[in-house]
């Protein structure tokens, strides 16, 4: 079952802030998030296990509640290069075979 | 540090041939995975590669077979090219048994198929 995002796109003012947000009918081991700029391979920006851990990388954090099945990316203060296409990518068990489930992407746009 | 290089970037094909995509992993790496990914999509799971077998496969037709081989570069074939087949296709990279190992892309092939 793939997982929905949402929103499906936002427009942002560079620092601003955005919210994405990940959900999932099945219950989750994992969340990965990727970023994918038009034309070139998605980015890996960072895994969430089970266990409601939260995980920062600059300005970029998220979060992880495995009793909802939903994962929340929260970019701060906002650059023109987070510009681009975010998936979350999901894994039901722990295999560490890393097969994910992708869901449909959120679009972000950070204009001047 | 080379990263997962794929060939060739684009490709275009008549319906009913069959194609074959290349990727050489990340250096370190053992495990490669292979998705599709229709515009404006988000990347659907073929199969992965471990160890030169097909450990897992995701929901696609016979016609999509892969192979890797012992310096862990892969292939992916699809025979009887139809519309729906024109995509790109993305390789992945990662290092077997670690559940924090991420998936390292490489930039992908456009098949257009017509």
């Known amino acids: 079952q793939q997982p929905v995002q949402s929103p499906q796109a936002v427009i942002l003012r560079e620092g601003e802030d955005a919210v994405i947000n990940c959900s999932s009918s099945?219950?989750?081991?994992?969340v990965h998030w990727y970023r994918q700029k038009h034309g070139e391979a998605p980015v890996f920006l960072m895994i969430?296990?089970?266990?409601?851990e939260q995980k920062g990388h600059e300005k970029i954090s998220a979060s992880f509640n495995e009793k909802k099945q939903q994962s929340s990316l929260y970019l701060t203060a906002s650059q023109l290069s987070y510009s681009g296409t975010y998936f979350c990518?999901?894994?039901?068990?722990?295999?560490?075979?890393?097969?994910?489930?992708f869901g449909t992407g959120t679009r972000l746009l950070v204009s001047p | 540090d080379a990263g997962v290089t794929q060939s060739p970037t684009h490709l275009i094909k008549t319906r009913g041939q069959q194609v074959t995509l290349r990727c050489s992993p990340k250096?370190?790496?053992?495990?490669v995975s292979w998705y599709q990914q229709a515009l404006g999509q988000g990347p659907q799971f073929i199969f992965q590669?471990?160890?030169?077998?097909?450990?897992q496969r995701g929901n696609f037709p016979d016609r999509f077979s892969g192979h890797q081989f012992p310096n862990y570069s892969s292939e992916l074939n699809v025979n009887a090219l139809l519309l729906g087949d024109s995509a790109l296709y993305l390789c992945?990279?990662?290092?077997?048994?670690?559940?924090?190992?991420?998936?390292?892309f490489g930039n992908g092939t456009r098949l257009t198929v017509t």
């Open positions: 992945a990279s990662s290092l077997s048994g670690s559940y924090n190992s991420p998936l390292h």
């Open positions: 099945k219950a989750l081991y994992s």
């Open positions: 969430l296990l089970k266990g409601g």
């Open positions: 990518g999901t894994e039901p068990t722990s295999t560490g075979f890393q097969k994910l489930v």
């Open positions: 250096s370190g790496h053992d495990t």
């Open positions: 590669y471990y160890e030169e077998e097909e450990r």
